[in-house]
């Protein structure tokens, strides 16, 4: 039976109760890490994260992902990259096709630069890795947080709600466009998404 390991991540409940730290599953990945380094004898096999636990009314859609991911590997002003960088995964498509609710821990973090279109919404996981790779996880720790709540206080979501009357907003066009990031990583077609080990 395929085996499943966890790691420390940091949850943002979209209800407003403070951040704090949950255990992000992990599976074995059904494909071959690229960026895999390892050269020992037994190759620790690639794992995919699994956000999806702890968002609420995401969809399930067989064989994809109703989530996405963006790389947090600076903050605004830094010369150098983390040596420690973060991945934020967000909910993307909702089972009933409405927008998820605006993340109200997050938008007491960002305060007057709050804007609603582009506000994060749902529950939002940030995971920690050890390299600039993004192939090994590690354990974050609240002690993660104040890097998280500068990056958060002036990075918005990479996707944008468009606004709507609520009666309108079960109209699947109305709900996410994707909004030009040069901090958005979006993965291959060929691959699922960021790996662990």
Sequence with gaps: MDQLYSFDALLFPSDGRPPHVVALMTSPASFTDPHSLQMTANVAQSR?????????????????????????????????????????????????????????????????????????????????????????????SMADFPILKNYLSTHRSPIRVSEAPSSARRVATSFAEPVPSTTEAEPPASEPGPSTK
């Design 48 to 140: 995919v994260p699994h956000p999806e636990v702890y968002m609420d009314y995401i969809a399930e859609i067989p064989g994809q992902r109703a989530w996405n991911y963006q790389l947090v590997e600076a903050l605004d002003g830094m010369n150098k990259k983390f040596t420690n960088p973060y991945i934020i995964f967000y909910p993307v498509h909702s089972r009933d096709m409405m927008p998820f609710p605006v993340n109200k821990s997050i938008r007491e973090i960002q305060g007057k630069g709050f804007r609603e279109d582009l506000s994060w919404r749902g529950n939002i996981i940030i995971a920690k890795y050890r390299d600039g790779r993004f192939s090994a996880m590690m354990n974050a």
